[in-house]
């Protein structure tokens, strides 16, 4: 399973605050404790202000990557602020996000043709988010299929069929992972991902929801979540999951996680 640790989001009120009180010491702490888990990428997302996220991102970016070698997801719902900031980043990681949505594809996509730069693809339009399979895989298709054009190949693609909460769409998850199954039956290299948290919404003990989230999808084929890595339940779940699907051989990881104390 592929880890891109959350933590580092203005959404998130903790980092909120730090952000807006240009704490440097919070953020480089939740870089390092995420790295310290297990993250294989840090999610930075300032979260702010239009006419300040630009800046915050800098800060950030110059905090985090101080701190980590630990590569980056660089999230803004903006296509030219990750134009702008890219050149920052001191090695390939994630970009996040493209999708049918406006020229974002256009703009990100040539950015990154020629580099090692993977990239989201959110199975969204101008239309919204689609609740239904069918239209799910029909962005995400499309989304790899473009990216192809510019030389971008499905392994570099994480696509993220947008779960929605199974409090108001019952049959969230069964559409999530249909698509998933269908667009991977045509791409089979290409990743997939989620926020585990999605689903939940809305939901009591929905770190229960999550645990059973993350095993019907991985099942399906998901094999990126993003993800608080510290949470050593979550972590422990997904260790499990690996073993049970064959993904971690002879189960090292989840032997040595227990060694290690990490299970619980």
């Known amino acids: 399973m592929i880890i891109i640790g959350e933590k580092i989001n203005g959404a998130i009120p903790s980092s909120a605050k730090a952000i807006a009180e240009r704490d440097a010491d919070f953020i480089r702490g939740l870089a390092i404790r995420q790295t310290d888990a297990g993250a294989d990428y840090l999610d930075i997302c300032a979260g702010t202000a239009p006419e300040l996220e630009r800046d ?12 980590v070698d ?24 994630i970009i996040n996000s493209v999708s049918g949505e406006g020229s974002k594809c256009e703009i990100i996509y040539p950015l990154i043709a020629e580099t090692e730069w993977n990239v989201v693809a959110l199975t969204c339009d101008d239309a919204g988010i689609p609740a239904d399979a069918e239209r799910k895989v029909a962005i995400g298709l499309q989304l790899i299929e473009k990216a192809a054009t510019y030389g971008i190949t499905p392994d570099r693609i994480f696509i993220d069929p947008l779960v929605l909460s199974v409090s ?8 999530f992972n249909e698509a998933i199954r269908q667009i991977k039956a045509k791409y089979p290299t290409v990743h997939f991902t989620s926020g585990l948290s999605n689903i939940s919404f809305g939901m009591p003990k929905r770190k229960l929801i ?10 399906a084929g998901m094999d990126s979540a993003i993800m608080d890595p510290t949470d050593t339940v979550m972590f422990a779940e997904i260790l499990a999951v690996d073993a049970l699907l064959g993904r971690d051989k002879f189960c090292r990881a989840y032997n040595k996680a227990f060694r290690q104390g990490k299970l619980g």
């Open 168 to 175: 108001a769409v019952n049959d969230a998850l069964i559409n």
């Open 56 to 67: 915050t991102f800098e800060w950030l970016l110059d905090i985090v990557q101080e701190a």
């Open 210 to 219: 999550n645990q059973n989230f993350l095993a019907f999808a991985s099942q």
């Open 70 to 93: 630990t590569p980056l997801c660089i999230d803004s719902p903006d296509p030219e602020i990750l134009r702008d900031i890219l050149p920052l980043v001191k090695r390939p990681g």
